[in-house]
């Protein structure tokens, strides 16, 4: 089995752009709540493994948008398939109505504490805390 390359910070990024591509660094930090110096070192990584690359937004030239690769596609959807994997092996032991109160719960912790409301999955969100973990399978 194959894991991803990345970690869970470059994997969100993935994901970001692979949803819209040519987003700004400042953008996607906030989705992914880091901060514009670590967002450049994330994006710095991708680039240089041939993942994403920076270009002139033609509507503003003084504005650099990040653009998926090919190859960035492909890797956005292995960590897609190790994150998919992660959860069901987490799923497992429990009842579909265990995950559900679960679910509930920890989106009401997140709700007191004004986690962003983005539209991405709780293990994404968690991102400033995991972002030096690579996401691999067994």
Not at 28 to 37: A, E, H, L, P, T
Not at 82 to 96: G, H
């Amino acid at each position: 089995d194959k894991g991803g390359k990345v970690t869970l910070a470059q994997a969100a990024i993935l994901f970001l752009l692979k949803e819209k591509d040519r987003r700004y660094m400042s953008e996607m930090g906030q989705v992914i709540g880091v901060d514009n110096s670590a967002m450049t070192r994330l994006v710095d990584r991708l680039e240089k493994a041939g993942l994403v690359k920076r270009q002139i937004d033609p509507e503003n030239r003084r504005a650099i948008s990040i653009l998926l690769t090919p190859a960035g596609r492909k890797e956005a959807a292995a960590a897609m398939t190790v994150i998919k994997r992660i959860n069901e092996e987490i799923k497992k032991d429990y009842s579909p109505a265990e995950v559900d109160a679960f679910k509930k719960i920890l989106g009401g912790i997140l709700r007191k504490f004004k986690a962003p409301s983005t539209g991405m999955s709780v293990m994404q969100s968690c991102l400033p805390r995991a972002a030096g973990k690579k996401l691999a399978s067994k």
